[in-house]
């Protein structure tokens, strides 16, 4: 965009008398309106930005005002882009008359919840698109990258489906997808930090791609500043994740050896070959991944731009799925065409590092050696299959999630609260906030939990030990490789997702139990049926890892080197039901545990004004410790039945086996008030995090709504109108 001078801006400013005729406020006319928005919204014709100015200059004095220019930006925000309205300074732009003051700075920085969920959010979209369209053509990619890295086979699809189908005799139909997970560890992130960072980049480099006119304007080298922009996205994702992408092409190509994982295929290589090892084949693969993504995302977002142009539509937005697919497929055919013969060497460098000296020399070997078509170009003709089909996807998923979020903010403010007044969020957000609350919550109550899990477990009925004297007796005892958070990272897998999956459903099941309790409101009730119903299904769902965890922090060694390895010898030793041993007494305790929890801490909030984290905190904690105390046997029974020291003679039986050997406090109360303590300072912890995190998405996601529908006008203030054309640059729109 043309880089106004100060003579510029007075003669803009000065223009402005004549078009907004007896203007008392500040005014923009039309024709300095124009020349800023047109630039930032090349989906828009002229006509169309004169049309919707006519319409909001009411008083018809050739310009609009502040308030005026406010209510275009909140009614069009969908047609026009909101990110238009945050970049135009009307102290710059505007005719103030005289008398009047500077005009007031709107400008409002964003808040680190806010960035958070941007980030957060633009990572889910971009990491959506990459599992999804990784997934589709993981058996092509796979069967391709063995032909790439195996210099004896002829490349034909005929030998492709032959390959094919021996792998689908061998190893089943699942073979097909062998290292897809390990694929999805590095797609994910990598695919995340390609979409996200190209926005990035794209909005800086728009200032070095701007050139002046004939005419006066501006305009801008966008297929240059795509191209850039997306060969820097696909350099920055490329150097974060390589170490997961050599991983998968050593998976896939069969050549990883009989690791089960990929830290200990990490550990197995760093230990043979060195930790530079992990980045063999980087160089090439850069070369190989810039021109790939520059030329996908060019391709990609010009096509697009067309696209608006010639159907005449209001914006990317409007683009139909089908022509996204297509524009997509085109740009993953002619990106991977240009770049084939690098992504050869790359794959050879990944899984044979000591067979080249460098890139040079691999062109060169394999050229001799195997020629253009069966060599360089070898397995082409795969990924003029597969690779149209998962750039085509990827790109029209990213749009597609994106386009929801953006429309998801746009929504009416009232949009926070439910009918009842009680913040909303995703099950995603919810997710979020829960699985932090209980990964803070239970690491740092893991040591003590570790204790009371020995406790519980123990089948001394006499035990004079004070605590202090048995944790100081554990604790000795433990030798060097076993510490008192043994089995916290196994605890954190679990933790994690179960606190994620219970808050969520809990705050999403909430209308159905209303209607269960015939209440119209959330009421102490409802609480509990959610709450149990909550804690069901996430114990359902994780009971293996919550075993694995119990043996691990009951035995004072290491059983096993990792939760698979131990669930796989528990499967292959006992078959797959024993993984849920003891399933049924942990259901008939967390449940009424969970919904006692929920149901008291919420009545507890409402009851006494719990607003401040530190009343939460409290109240968290007395529910908790309300919930533990009457469920505590039922705890004691699950443990009990995870490690096995007890025969499984269902829930009842073996809780009469605990009271008749035991006694009522020593066996079904054993240290009860300990892991009184320790389930209440937990519940306690968690129940204030999640409503902090939940109240800090509400918040931000307010202030996101707002700042899009009441725009700031102090972007440009100190700045240029080239800077303006970069702010207000929407992703992939040009």
């Avoid at 063995?146 to 190893?171: C, H, T, W, Y």
């Avoid at 119903?533 to 009971?543: H, K, R, V």
């Avoid at 009424?592 to 801490?601: D, E, K, R, V």
């Amino acid at each position: 965009m043309h880089i106004a001078s100060d003579d510029d801006k007075k003669s803009a400013v000065s223009t402005s008398p004549s078009l907004c005729n007896n203007s008392v406020t500040p005014c923009a006319s039309y024709d300095v309106l124009l020349q800023h928005m047109i630039p930032l919204t090349p989906h828009m014709t002229p006509t169309k930005w004169s049309s919707l100015l006519r319409k909001y200059d009411t008083e018809q004095k050739g310009g609009l005002n502040e308030a005026q220019w406010c209510l275009l930006i909140k009614e069009q925000g969908i047609l026009i882009g909101n990110t238009v309205g945050t970049v135009v300074d009307f102290g710059r732009i505007a005719e103030v008359p005289s008398g009047m003051g500077a005009p007031i700075n709107l400008r409002r920085r964003k808040s680190i919840a806010e960035i958070v969920i941007e980030f957060l959010e633009g990572f889910i979209a971009g990491g959506l698109a990459g599992a999804v369209s990784k997934s589709i053509i993981a058996p092509a990619d796979r069967v391709k990258i063995i032909f790439q890295v195996d210099p004896s086979r002829a490349f034909s699809l005929r030998n492709a489906i032959g390959l094919s189908q021996s792998m689908v005799k061998e190893g089943g139909v699942l073979s097909l997808w062998k290292g897809n997970g390990a694929t999805m560890m590095r797609v994910v992130p990598y695919a995340s930090i390609t979409f996200m960072s190209f926005e990035h980049y794209h909005t800086a480099l728009k200032v070095v791609f701007v050139v002046d006119d004939e005419e006066g304007g501006s305009k801008t080298r966008a297929v240059s500043a795509r191209f850039v922009s997306g060969a820097l996205a696909g350099a920055t994702a490329t150097a974060f994740t390589y170490p997961l992408d050599l991983m998968r092409a050593r998976f896939a190509a069969g050549t990883a050896g009989t690791s089960p994982s990929y830290m200990i295929a990490f550990r197995d290589v760093i230990r043979t070959q060195g930790v530079t090892s992990l980045y063999s084949g980087l160089v090439p693969t850069l070369l190989g991944i810039m021109p790939y993504a520059g030329s996908s995302f060019a391709c990609f977002e010009t096509i697009k731009f067309y696209l608006v142009r010639w159907q005449q539509l209001e914006d990317d937005k409007a683009i139909p799925p089908w022509q996204r697919i297509v524009a997509g497929g085109f740009s993953g055919l002619v990106a991977q065409s240009f770049t084939y013969p690098l992504d050869i060497v790359r794959r050879r460098l990944q899984v044979q590092p000591h067979r080249y000296r460098g890139i040079a020399h691999a062109l060169t070997e394999i050229y001799r050696n195997e020629g253009i078509v069966n060599g360089l170009y070898k397995g082409l003709t795969m990924n003029w299959i597969k690779g149209p089909i998962a750039v085509a996807t990827s790109f029209t998923i990213n749009d597609i999630v994106k386009t929801r979020i953006r429309q998801y903010h746009k929504k009416a403010d009232e949009a926070a609260r439910d009918k009842n007044g009680r913040p909303t969020t995703w099950f995603a957000e919810s997710a979020l906030c829960g699985a932090a609350a209980g990964a803070v919550a239970k690491f740092w109550t893991a040591p003590f939990d570790r204790m009371k899990i020995v406790y519980q477990v123990g089948q001394q009925a006499a035990d004079d030990m004070t605590f202090g004297r048995h944790a100081r007796s554990i604790m000795s005892e433990f030798n060097s490789d076993a510490h008192m958070w043994q089995g916290s990272g196994a605890m954190i897998m679990r933790v994690v997702p179960y606190a994620a999956i219970t808050y969520a459903c809990f705050d999403n099941l909430q209308p159905w139990s209303q209607r269960v309790t015939y209440s119209h409101s959330p009421c102490f009730a409802s609480n509990f049926v959610a709450g149990a119903t909550a804690a069901t299904i996430a114990t359902g769902l994780l009971y293996p890892l919550d075993m694995m965890h119990t043996r691990t922090a009951a035995s004072p060694v290491k059983l096993y080197d990792s939760y698979y390895l131990g669930m796989r010898e528990v499967f292959r030793s006992r078959g797959v039901f024993a993984l849920w041993e003891g399933a049924g007494a942990s259901i008939v305790g967390i449940g009424p545990m969970a919904g006692l929890g929920f149901a008291l801490y919420e009545d507890f909030k409402q009851r006494f004004d719990c607003d401040g984290p530190v009343k939460r905190l409290v109240a968290g904690a007395a529910a908790g410790a309300i919930a533990q105390a009457v469920t505590y046997p039922f705890n004691v029974v699950r443990r009990r039945a995870q490690v096995d020291t007890i025969i499984q003679e269902g829930f009842v039986r073996s809780m009469k086996n605990i009271y008749n050997s035991q006694g009522f406090y020593s066996g079904l109360y054993q240290r009860m008030p300990f892991g009184w303590t320790m389930g209440a300072m937990t519940v306690g912890i968690s129940f204030s995090i999640n409503d902090f995190c939940k109240d800090s998405i509400v918040r931000a996601k307010k202030e996101i709504r707002e700042t899009a529908s009441i725009p700031s006008f102090s972007q440009f203030r100190g700045g240029s109108s080239a800077e303006a054309g970069v702010s207000g640059g929407s992703g992939f729109g040009g």
